[in-house]
């Protein structure tokens, strides 16, 4: 799962430093990365996924459990964002499945 501007899957994006969680693997949010977004208010102290509801935070989370209206989740570290951002990063998984085999899973 990419977020924002993150050159890997566990980089902080380097506009807003957001994160993912310890317990980013856990997460049940599947898709696109040009499908889902994230809607970041840090100053009011709310992190948003698509549809939505805010999901409010103090700033110490390592592990914020951020959900869209379909029940989707994923974990987030807002431990290390910046004070005054304001915006949306687009949230996913950069690629696509190229093959599935019947008896293993590659993935690419």
């Given at each position: 799962m990419h977020?924002?501007?993150?050159?890997?899957?566990?980089?902080?994006?380097?506009?807003?430093g957001l994160r993912p969680g310890?317990?980013?693997?856990?997460?049940?949010l599947r898709g696109r990365y040009e499908d889902?977004?994230?809607?970041v208010d840090v100053p009011a102290k709310t992190v948003r996924?698509?549809?939505?509801?805010?999901t409010?935070?103090?700033?110490?989370?390592?592990?914020?459990?951020?959900?869209?209206?379909?029940?989707?989740?994923?974990?987030l570290n807002v431990t290390e964002l910046n004070p005054e951002f304001v915006g949306e990063l687009k949230v996913g998984v950069k690629g696509r499945l190229r093959k599935v085999l019947k008896d293993y899973w590659v993935l690419q």
């Amino acid at each position: 799962m990419h977020l924002g501007d993150a050159a890997t899957p566990l980089a902080a994006d380097s506009a807003s430093g957001l994160r993912p969680g310890d317990s980013a693997f856990l997460g049940t949010l599947r898709g696109r990365y040009e499908d889902h977004t994230l809607h970041v208010d840090v100053p009011a102290k709310t992190v948003r996924l698509d549809d939505g509801e805010d999901t409010a935070f103090l700033g110490t989370e390592v592990d914020l459990m951020v959900a869209n209206a379909e029940q989707n989740y994923l974990f987030l570290n807002v431990t290390e964002l910046n004070p005054e951002f304001v915006g949306e990063l687009k949230v996913g998984v950069k690629g696509r499945l190229r093959k599935v085999l019947k008896d293993y899973w590659v993935l690419q």
